[in-house]
């Protein structure tokens, strides 16, 4: 007890020291204590209930600050991607169906057959790479809760978007 009481006076004074350097001596101490405050508050709640505003403010100030001192704050990163995640999904509630349609049988045989009479894939690529594109469509959902959809072309030859 007596030497956690000392680690922490010892951690404040440092606190203290390094932020003296500025002018304003009452505004560090406020800061050092404001610390404190939050370290004992954090010893005591495990997970703060915080309001939507809150959220917004804290990810907002969060891109303010280096991020080398990130490591400070109980609002991580991982957290900030789990509250867009929750939003997106509260925002966006239409089903959105997964995977490729099924293919008709015939289509299957016909493409099996093209294949086994005609040159490996390999060699088809070769072939044909020069001539041919490959396309994707996705969503991506932005921050402030747009939907942007991309329609994103290569050409396989020179990997050119």
């Not at 007890?1 to 010892?10: E, G, R």
């Not at 099924?102 to 294949?115: E, W």
Request: net charge positive; aromatic share 10%; proline share 5%.
């Amino acid at each position: 007890m007596v030497l956690s009481f000392l680690y922490l006076a010892f951690l404040r004074t440092i606190q203290i020291l390094c932020l003296k350097w500025s002018d304003e001596s009452d505004l560090a101490i406020e800061v050092v204590i404001l610390r404190h405050e939050v370290a004992v508050l954090c010893r005591q709640v495990v997970r703060p209930a915080l309001r939507p505003t809150d959220r917004a403010l804290l990810a907002g100030l969060r891109q303010l600050i280096p991020r080398a001192k990130l490591h400070r704050f109980f609002v991580q990163s991982g957290t900030l991607l789990r509250w867009h995640r929750e939003l997106v999904r509260r925002r966006w509630t239409c089903p959105n169906p997964s995977g490729r349609p099924k293919i008709p049988t015939g289509t299957v045989q016909l493409v099996d057959r093209l294949a086994r009479e005609n040159p490996t894939w390999c060699e088809f690529l070769k072939a044909q790479t020069a001539t041919m594109l490959a396309c994707d469509f996705f969503t991506v959902d932005t921050v402030l809760l747009r939907r942007l959809y991309v329609l994103f072309f290569i050409e396989l030859d020179t990997r050119k978007v």
